[in-house]
C-alpha cells in the first residue's frame, strides 16, 4: 500500500515517544530502532483509513513487537558471555523518554534498567508503560489482551521486584549527577584506595560486561575495598594497554549517562567502556556498572562523536 506524506508525517510524529517506550523495554538502543522499523512497515501496510487513533494502533503494534523481542531475548541471554547488562545512552537522548520527574529518571537508570532484565515480559511491559509513561491499566490491558485486574496484579507484583531491588538515589538534575561523577573521577585520578573506600558503600557491586569481546570478570566484584584496589590498578601507568589499543590515548570523563553519574573511558577518542554509578540513598556509591562490549557502545559512539 502506498505510503502518503500525511501517512509518513503522523508516524514521524510518534517515532520518538516509540523510540524511548522500545528503549525502557529493549534496553538496547539498536533493538530499539529495529523494533520502531518493524511498527513502520507494519503502519506502512495497514489499512490506515480505518485506524481511528494512529498513536493507540501504533505503540499497541510496538509494544507486542516488543513483548516477543523480550521472550525470545532470555532465551539468548542463556548463553551470553558474562554479565548482561543494558546499553547506555548519553544525556539528552530522546530514547531516554520523559525525564521531568525524579521517577521518570530513575525509571531510566542503568540500576533500574537492569532490575527490569529479571521481570517476565508482561511484568516489564506493564511496568514501563505504568510507571514511565503514565498509561491508565485500562490501556494497557487493551494492547496486552488482558483483563484491567490482572494488568493491575501485574503492575503490583513489578513494582514489588524492583523495589526489593533498592532504589538508587534520585538526583535533582544533570548538574548534581556530574558533581557526583566529577568526585568520584578526582578519587580514582588520584591512585589511592582510601579516597574510593570513602565514595563506595562497604558491599558495593561492580558487575561488568565485555560481551566476549572485551576482558571482563563473568562474576561480579563485591566489596568496596576489592572495587578501589581494581579501580586503583587501572590507572597505574602502562595498566590501561593490557585493555587498550596500543598506544592509543586514554581519557576518563566525568558525565551524565541514562540520567546518573557515569565516567566515560575514552581510546583514540572513542568510547571503550562506561562507567555508571549507583548511589544509594546515604550518598554511597552502591554499584558500578561497567558496559565495555563495543556492540553495545554504538549509538553511544555516535552521539560522543557529535558533541
Known amino acids: 500500500m502506498v505510503v502518503s506524506a500525511g501517512d509518513v508525517a503522523v508516524f514521524e510524529q510518534s517515532r520518538g515517544r516509540l523510540e524511548a517506550i522500545a528503549y525502557r523495554l529493549l534496553g538496547s538502543a539498536g533493538d530499539a530502532e529495529d523494533a ?5 512497515l507494519r503502519w506502512q501496510a495497514a489499512d490506515r483509513e ?3 487513533t494512529p498513536v493507540a494502533w501504533l505503540t499497541t ?4 513487537i516488543c513483548r516477543n523481542q523480550l521472550t525470545s531475548a532470555r532465551a539468548r541471554r542463556e548463553t551470553y558471555v558474562g554479565q548482561w547488562l543494558p546499553e547506555p545512552l548519553p544525556a539528552g537522548d530522546r530514547m531516554l523518554g520523559p525525564a521531568e520527574t525524579a521517577e521518570q529518571r530513575d525509571a531510566v537508570s542503568m540500576a533500574v534498567l537492569t532490575v527490569l532484565e529479571r521481570l517476565s515480559p508482561n511484568e516489564r511491559v506493564v511496568f514501563v508503560l505504568r510507571e514511565a509513561f503514565g498509561f491508565r491499566h485500562a490501556e494497557i490491558a487493551a494492547m496486552l489482551e488482558l483483563s484491567e485486574a490482572n494488568c493491575q496484579q501485574i503492575y503490583r507484583r513489578a ?5 526489593a531491588a533498592g532504589r538508587v538515589r534520585e538526583f535533582p538534575d544533570a548538574a548534581a549527577a556530574r558533581r557526583v561523577a566529577e568526585e568520584f573521577l578526582a578519587a580514582t585520578m588520584s591512585g589511592q584506595v582510601e579516597p574510593l573506600v570513602r565514595l563506595l ?3 558495593a557491586v561492580n558487575i561488568a560486561d565485555g560481551g566476549g569481546h572485551f576482558p571482563a570478570r563473568r562474576t561480579p566484584m563485591v566489596g568496596a575495598l576489592m572495587i578501589a584496589r581494581f579501580l586503583r590498578g587501572l590507572v597505574q601507568p602502562g595498566m590501561a594497554e593490557r585493555f587498550l589499543p596500543a598506544g592509543a590515548e586514554v581519557g576518563m570523563h566525568a558525565a551524565v549517562v541514562n540520567a546518573g553519574p557515569a565516567i566515560v573511558i575514552t581510546a ?3 568510547v571503550a567502556a562506561v562507567v555508571c554509578l549507583s548511589v544509594a540513598g546515604d550518598g554511597r556509591i552502591a554499584a ?3 558496559q565495555a562490549n563495543p556492540e553495545k557502545l554504538a549509538h553511544l559512539n555516535r552521539e560522543w562523536s557529535r558533541s
Open 61 to 64: 503494534v510496538l509494544t507486542n
Open 159 to 163: 513494582r514489588e521486584h524492583v523495589s
Open 36 to 40: 520502531v522499523q518493524d511498527t513502520f
Open 50 to 52: 480505518s485506524i481511528e
Open 288 to 290: 558500578l556498572h561497567v
Open 201 to 203: 558503600a562497604a558491599d
Open 268 to 270: 583514540a577518542g572513542r
